[in-house]
């Protein structure tokens, strides 16, 4: 009996011999038919025969995810790859490490040699030239921030990619973006699918935004939010150094909050976190105003960090509803906005003096080299990515679900976004460590309401806690129990 130790906790053996049940001192080993073994723990009803249940859920099954990781039946010979690797959206940190880990991968796991880089985003499959990728010209990449392929927004033209994509004989495709992205990466799969292409297509979602549902976290956020330790200390120094010192900093997330919140939650430093799933307001009872006052009278200065989405409803009478290349709305500038709003009040009409400072370190954050956690974790997308696509999945993102790293198709991953639950512990743990209101019950609120219905919504479930990696699924080698 071959048996293999996963992660300190489970033992799954592949059986030489059929067997079936058997017993080992107090504990279980039951066999499936493929040989597959659960080292099972012992349970009341073993030796408790008329023990009843007294709650049964017959609730909707759980989802789980195919896990990531080498397989025993692999699709392509070596010699027959010809990958080729994209960067879309913006640029985050561990761009670059992704696709050194994906060229080493595949050409040391798996001896592989022909992979070509896409320049310049999804535009790149039909207008620009390639670059070979070898590991020599990869190998120092991840020392530097962007994307060495380059990036865009715009461009993506789902027929066009897929006639390039055959034109040039390509079978597999790594494709390394955010949100929309993988939107694209999901039409590209549908229509390779649909001209019946042997092309694996896999997408390893990216944003520091932290904003693709299903997945724990996406890489470079945790470089991201290290780094805006950096700008909040700053912020922390000008602010402790003036009069009625009041730093106001911006950080990324549109639709999200998770930078701004973690942000916070590190530094210790600042008094307020505001993020575009709890609507704020400024004046009144319970306001920011308010607020602001009472941290400068116990505290001399204060700290507010504001993420780049949060209170655009506010901003009514600057409204532009414009959007970029890929159709995102482009937003207003609400650091800028609430410093103009914090100056008016506190110097026009409470006639006090006070010292304001700006910090905008946004795309300061994201166009650094990733941390070393980062880099782990990116070697780690990389290399499922390889695995995958050699095994023959395609359809679907890598990423890690409740702590395992799996696969998972693109059709759960596009429709909804991640976002902060403000009802769930975390945004919670963030208010008692700042203080800060929690602006739910307005007396007075400064919202257009004719806007309100036009921004994210605001309440999720966060998806997370529904999905579970299946441990006995496909952990050894590939192959499922089912
Ligand atoms: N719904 C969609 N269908 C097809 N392609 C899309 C879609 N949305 C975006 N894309 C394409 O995906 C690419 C990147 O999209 P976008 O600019 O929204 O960035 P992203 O991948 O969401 O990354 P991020 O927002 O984190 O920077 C663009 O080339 C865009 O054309
Ligand atoms: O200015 P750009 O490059 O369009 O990117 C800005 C956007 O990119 C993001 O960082 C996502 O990558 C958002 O937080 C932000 O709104
Ligand atoms: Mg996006």
Redesign the pocket.
Known sequence: MECRQVENEISICKMSENVEEDEDCFGKIVADDNGFVLQDVPHLTDYIKDLSIVVQNDGPKRIHFRRAGPRQQVYFKSDEVNACIVT???ICPGLNTVIREIVCGLSYMYNVNTILGIKC??KGFYARNTIPLTSKYVNDIHKHGGTILGT?????DTIKIVDSIQDRGINQVYII?????Q??AS?IFEEIRRRDLKVSVIGIP??I?NDIPVIDKSFGFDTAVEEAQRAINAAHVEAQSGENGISVMKLMG?NSGYIAMHATLASRDVDCCLIPESPFYLEGPGGLFEYITKRLRENGHLIIVVAEGAGQELMSEQSINMT?????NLLLDVGMWLSQKIKEHFTNIRKMVITLKYIDPTYMIRAIPSNASDNVYCTLLAQSAVHGAMAGYTGCIVGPVNGRHAYIPFHRIIDTQNQVVITDRMWAQLLSSTNQPSFLNPVKKDVDEKKVDTVTPRLSNSPTFNYYIDDLKDVLAGESLQ
């Open positions: 879309c959206g913006g985003g999804y865009s927004r715009g461009g993506h973006g955010g949100d929309g992205t939107k694209g039409l990216k944003t935004d549109r970029d290349a890929s159709g995102n």
